[in-house]
């Protein structure tokens, strides 16, 4: 894999796959390995994956392990992430599975519908106008909503899925009301939440749902996540989900 100035490959494991990143940029982190794990562990199907703000690819990667999936398509709004996730599909082999779209989510429209069984998404967690900004632009917009908001991932996440088809979305839980007000509004049925914790007897700082277009009303509250034991190691169900044991 051929990385220019300012770029690393990182081994990520996962059958030895490896992705270009660029350091001065955003760059991901455990919310997106657990997300494909959540999605892997759950989608009924996932044999069509979309991946909205797939930054560099990393979810489709991941999941590209994970799951059988024969196609996985990550839209991304950066053409220069674009670029990047690209040349992580071909470094990887996966060309084949994994293709990339450089678009905004407001642009997916009924040209996708209900092209996908499954769709995962990392939106950015601050709401516009809120929290700090970070002045660089690619940190900037995959932390706020500055080109897309949760809405707008929603709704492009309903477009994209067929009748009962599996929604994963990885978030903060102060954005719990938002996930569920919007996902009834455009027929997403949240089914499934699980609480991610620094640690057992923490808050809650990362929360995963599972919603279901035009699902039935039941949601079950799933057993939380500890990321780390008292020794400040990983526990055994990151290590896990790492696929480190």
Do not use: W
């Amino acid at each position: 894999m051929k990385v220019f100035e300012g770029e690393r490959i990182d081994d990520i494991g996962f059958g030895n796959l490896k992705l270009i990143q660029n350091t001065a940029d955003f760059c991901y982190g455990i919310d997106a390995v657990i997300l494909a794990d959540f999605a892997a562990q759950n989608a009924r199907k996932a044999r069509r994956i979309a991946d909205l703000g797939t930054g560099t690819g990393i979810l489709p990667l991941i999941l590209s392990h994970k799951t059988d999936a024969e196609e996985i398509t990550g839209f991304e709004v950066r053409k220069c992430s674009y670029e990047i996730a690209v040349r992580n599909a071909q470094g990887n082999g996966l060309e084949d599975r994994i293709r990339f779209v450089n678009a905004n989510v407001k642009d997916i429209d009924e040209r996708y519908l209900g092209t996908c069984d499954t769709v995962t998404m990392n939106p950015p967690y601050m709401e516009s106008g809120r929290g700090i900004v970070n002045p660089d632009d690619g940190k900037m917009i995959a932390r706020h909503e500055i080109l897309g908001t949760l809405e707008d991932f929603m709704r492009a996440s309903s477009v994209l899925l067929e009748h009962r088809g599996d929604l994963f979305i990885v978030h903060r839980p102060s954005r719990l009301a938002d996930i569920f007000c919007i996902g009834r509004s455009l027929k997403l049925e949240p089914k499934a939440v699980k609480m991610v914790k620094p640690r057992e007897g923490d808050a809650a700082n990362i929360v995963l749902v599972h919603l279901v277009k035009n699902g039935g009303k039941q949601l079950k509250v799933l057993k939380d996540l500890n990321v780390y034991g008292r020794d400040n190691t990983y526990t055994d169900d990151i290590i896990s989900i790492y696929e480190r044991v």
